[in-house]
């Protein structure tokens, strides 16, 4: 049996229930499959979410698990109806919610979640992208952000802040940006090009000076505090807050997972949230990111046209992967973390 080195874990729980070792090597299942080479991957708070099974009782799964969503690589293996992918494209992706795995040599995925890799960037800078481009996208699009609107963003300085300010920006054009970061990211945030006003927000809690925006996007869990400083009639939606049952309802992947107790349970802990947004005559949704290659393929364009670049905080060797999630999970990034893979590994053979 072929084998490929994989970060994974065999039952939920801290950061030592994961392992770096040998599992099967992954395998088309499916007739519009592709099987990716990963040379790099990036992690995100969700991956260690999972991990300690705060999603268990929404998303199903499948033991050992693999560690990540985002990934950039080679396809190596094409399945008998996939059309717009070869072997030998340079690709990223971010894997769906049942699928994920990237902290593995090999993956395989639905053409569907792929789209190939923007020309002017390496392996590592694509896999910063895809999970926090795709639901800072999501988010913008959901606000309706538009040419001189004013955007409340907090936490600019994280893997998804970094990439929404300048989607904001450079690509909806919006007009006044405020965000919140601790003191010593703000030469960063600046050098981005896309932050109007940056509170500290160990100095200042942003909701007692920032009013009359029209939109809100919460990456904090700070949605309630972001209802002080949009007007009325305005948008607050959240990434980071609790999320509604209704927000899940459109994932195929999660198999109905979400009704009877568990939305009874959702609708209770994000009821305070809603009836704050109903008070203030504010719309208010949670966005949970939706994995899409045809996304990512405008994404490609946008980093093409330099209007997106990725901010990288640091790059492990595979190897490391353990240290990379401690570092994520200890916090105080900018921007993401990337695993790169020594490529060089023999291929499978194509089909
Ligand atoms: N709904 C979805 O589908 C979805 C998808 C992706 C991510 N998320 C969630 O979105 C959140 C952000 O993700 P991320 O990848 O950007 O996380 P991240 O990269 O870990 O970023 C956190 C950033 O926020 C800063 N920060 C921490 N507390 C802050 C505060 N109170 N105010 C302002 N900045 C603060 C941190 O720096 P300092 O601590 O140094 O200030 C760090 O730079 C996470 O909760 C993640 O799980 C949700």
Redesign the pocket.
């Known amino acids: 049996m072929e084998t490929m080195q994989a970060c994974y874990y065999t039952k939920y729980g801290k950061p030592s229930v994961l392992t770096i070792g040998s599992l099967p090597r992954a395998q088309l299942l499916a007739p519009d499959d592709v099987l990716i080479q990963v040379y790099a991957a990036s992690i995100?708070?969700?991956d260690y979410?999972r991990r300690e099974g705060g999603f268990k009782a929404v998303l199903e799964t499948k033991w050992p698990q693999i560690v990540g969503y985002d990934l950039a690589g080679v396809v190596v293996l094409c399945g008998t109806d996939v059309k717009q992918l070869r072997v030998g494209d340079e690709v990223f992706a971010c894997l769906p919610h049942d699928r994920t795995g990237s902290l593995a040599e090999y993956v395989s995925v639905s053409e569907y979640y792929v789209a190939h890799k923007p020309k002017n960037l390496t392996f590592v800078q694509a896999a910063a992208l895809p999970?926090?481009s795709l639901?800072a996208l999501q988010t913008l699009r959901r606000l309706e952000l538009s040419e001189g609107k004013k955007l409340l963003l907090?936490?600019?300085?994280?893997?998804?802040?970094?990439l929404a300010l300048q989607l904001a920006k450079n690509v909806f054009k919006a007009g006044t940006i405020a965000?919140?970061?601790?003191l010593?990211?703000e030469h960063i945030l600046t050098r981005l090009g896309a932050v109007d006003i940056i509170i500290d927000?160990?100095e200042q809690s942003f909701d007692q000076t920032l009013r009359e925006y029209d939109c809100a996007m919460d990456?904090?869990?700070?949605a309630k505090k972001c209802m002080d400083c949009v007007t009325q009639g305005g948008m607050v939606a959240?990434?980071?807050d609790t999320?509604p049952p209704e927000a899940l309802d459109d994932f195929p992947e999660l198999g109905g997972r979400t009704s009877c107790c568990l939305g009874m349970f959702l609708g209770c802990l994000s009821y305070s949230v809603k009836s704050k947004a109903r008070s203030k005559r504010l719309n208010y949704e949670?966005?949970?990111?939706a994995p899409n290659g045809e996304m990512l393929t405008e994404i490609a364009g946008f980093v093409d046209q330099g209007l997106l670049r990725p901010v990288i905080d640091k790059v492990y060797p595979f190897e490391l992967a353990l240290d990379a999630m401690e570092l994520?999970e200890n916090?105080?990034?900018?921007?993401?973390i990337v695993v790169e893979f020594s490529v060089g590994v023999s291929q499978p053979e194509a089909e």
């Open positions: 995100n708070p969700m979410k999970i926090s639901v907090t936490g600019g300085s994280g893997g998804v802040g970094t965000t919140t970061a601790s010593q990211k927000y160990s990456c904090t869990s700070e959240s990434i980071a999320p949670y966005v949970f990111v994520l916090g105080h990034l900018t921007g993401k």
